[in-house]
């Protein structure tokens, strides 16, 4: 995918993500995600924050955290989330178009948090959404290949990740095989896709 395929699909995917947000109830929003600690809530309002976030804010946050990364990131999305859901919504709806990126941030870094994101949020709702295809493969390769936060190489040394449906592998040792967008998942630190994967288990 070029940069602006890459875009388009990021496009796409805000504007499901908040279509799917606006349908949920307000009980929905309370759920637990699949982000440790993180609600739908919080999950919805850190979607929001990348195009709009600006270093000076970044920094003082960070200060706040203490210099931690995922502190910081938890603290902007938590004081995010304290919006109406309305709004957050809203907000979501009105960055599809932007091009532009979070301080430090990569395009790829974006593409991959919108797709994983919204798996997050729907996937312990019960709600089926797909990653497009090509898109899930620019990511499960961005995610193995990089390091911070997720570590996906260290953690999973020892396997070697087969998709079923795209024409992507990566690692050597025991096939683990199952959808690209499972296996992107499982790159991402999340557990809830094993049961679609064969050759490893919770």
Not at 79 to 92: K, M
Not at 114 to 136: N, S, Y
Request: charged content about 25%; some cysteine.
């Amino acid at each position: 995918m070029d940069t602006t395929q890459i875009w388009q699909t990021i496009d796409s995917e805000r504007a499901a993500t908040a279509d799917l947000l606006a349908g949920l109830s307000d009980v929905e929003w309370t759920y637990p995600s699949l982000c440790e600690g993180w609600t739908v809530r919080e999950v919805a309002a850190h979607l929001t924050l990348a195009p709009r976030v600006k270093i000076g804010e970044v920094l003082r946050t960070l200060v706040r955290a203490r210099g931690n990364f995922n502190r910081m990131v938890d603290l902007a999305a938590r004081e995010e989330a304290r919006r109406p859901t309305g709004e957050i919504v809203a907000e979501l709806r009105g960055i599809v178009g932007s091009r532009k990126l979070a301080p430090g941030q990569k395009l790829k870094d974006c593409l991959m948090d919108i797709m994983v994101h919204t798996q997050d949020i729907a996937l312990p709702l019960g709600i089926e959404r797909h990653m497009p295809t090509e898109a899930a493969v620019v990511a499960a390769d961005h995610l193995w290949h990089m390091n911070f936060p997720f570590h996906a190489r260290r953690k999973l040394a020892g396997h070697r990740l087969v998709a079923t449906d795209a024409d992507w592998s990566a690692g050597e040792g025991t096939e683990v095989s199952g959808p690209i967008e499972a296996l992107a998942m499982l790159l991402a630190g999340r557990t809830a896709t094993i049961p679609r994967l064969t050759g490893i288990s919770v």
